[in-house]
């Protein structure tokens, strides 16, 4: 079945109607107009959505949970363009104010809202984050709470595939490494130690509050390799990271900032668990919003994940 349905606008003030496809069918959708609405793709279908709008704003066009699309937007401003999750798309966004999604191939995410217990992983694929000890505390977090990992407390979620640093992969979120005992201090690692150092290791990131420095390193055929990146008042302040591996490139953004690179092999997946603080559970270390996503963050990504220092919490 192929449906055809075309609205066109003969005056700035002509809008066209939302139109909405129900399951099970493919259609292609036109929408020409002065102001454009939203056009919406239901569960289990196949689609194309285009809308044009010459002096409106083209909405939001959203394909449900199972569906292929391709969607393009032209408008003077645009607003965000989401394929949902199990979908397989192409977006295409051409607008003077347009947003990105970058909820799209998040593969774990946590909020870390809880006051006690396992740290639920929001994108609903189970991997939660489990206490290694009891020294594991709320505290005032960048968005709600946070988690306070007090020696020699620790996270870990034991290795799935949907943390396996197969490139491209990211990692993102907030922290303060704070500073009793001896550096390094982890944040996020997966492996068995918190710098590499070990032939098992993976992937992580730590920062170092003494040299107020901030480190994301992997393990592949040829070694550690890693980028280091200065940040003022490492052990004070909420600090956004934003960690990207590309598979032959590391970079490290701070705060939405300019980010930091440098080549590297292509990291090597193994089976290690992943940690919060460290695998030992000896450093100390405030945590909040982080997740982790199955490609290589955008630097417009990474902007919309930072939201001007507010930062946001998982809404897909």
């Not at 699309?69 to 408008?75: H, K, M, N, Q």
């Not at 993102?172 to 290791?201: E, N, Q, R």
Request: with cysteine.
């Amino acid at each position: 079945m192929l449906a055809l349905t075309q609205f066109t606008g003969f005056n700035a003030r002509r809008r066209t109607s939302g139109i909405v496809r129900g399951r099970g069918i493919a259609g292609i959708t036109l929408g020409l107009a002065g102001a454009g609405d939203r056009h919406r793709v239901g569960a289990g279908s196949t689609a194309m959505t285009l809308g044009l709008a010459a002096t409106g704003t083209v909405r939001t066009v959203v394909h449900g949970a199972g569906t292929a699309g391709i969607t393009l937007g032209l408008a003077g401003a645009g607003t965000m363009h989401r394929v949902g999750a199990g979908t397989a798309g192409i977006t295409l966004g051409l607008a003077g104010a347009g947003r990105l999604n970058p909820w799209v191939d998040c593969v774990a995410y946590w909020p870390l809202e809880e006051a006690s217990g396992n740290r639920v992983d929001a994108t609903g694929r189970g991997n939660d984050l489990v206490p290694f000890t009891s020294y594991v505390y709320q505290t005032p977090g960048k968005v709600g709470y946070g988690v306070n990992l007090a020696p020699p407390g620790s996270l870990r979620l034991n290795s799935t595939s949907d943390v396996q640093p197969n490139a491209p992969f990211s990692a993102c979120g907030w922290m303060i490494p704070l500073s009793p005992g001896a550096p390094p201090y982890s944040v996020i690692v997966k492996g068995v130690t918190m710098d590499g150092s070990d032939s098992a290791d993976e992937w992580g990131v730590w920062g170092d509050p003494f040299t107020e420095t901030l480190t994301f390193w992997t393990r592949g055929s040829g070694g550690v390799s890693s980028v280091n990146v200065s940040v003022a008042d490492l052990d004070t302040t909420w600090v956004f990271w934003a960690a990207v591996c590309t598979g032959s490139e590391l970079i490290l953004s701070i705060n939405g900032g300019t980010p930091y690179s440098v080549s590297c092999d292509t990291p090597v997946a193994g089976d290690e668990t992943l940690y919060f603080a460290s695998p030992t559970g000896g450093y100390e270390s405030f945590a909040d919003e982080t997740g982790i996503f199955a490609k290589a963050l955008s630097g417009g990504e990474i902007a919309e994940l930072y939201n001007g220092g507010a930062g946001v919490t998982y809404n897909p």
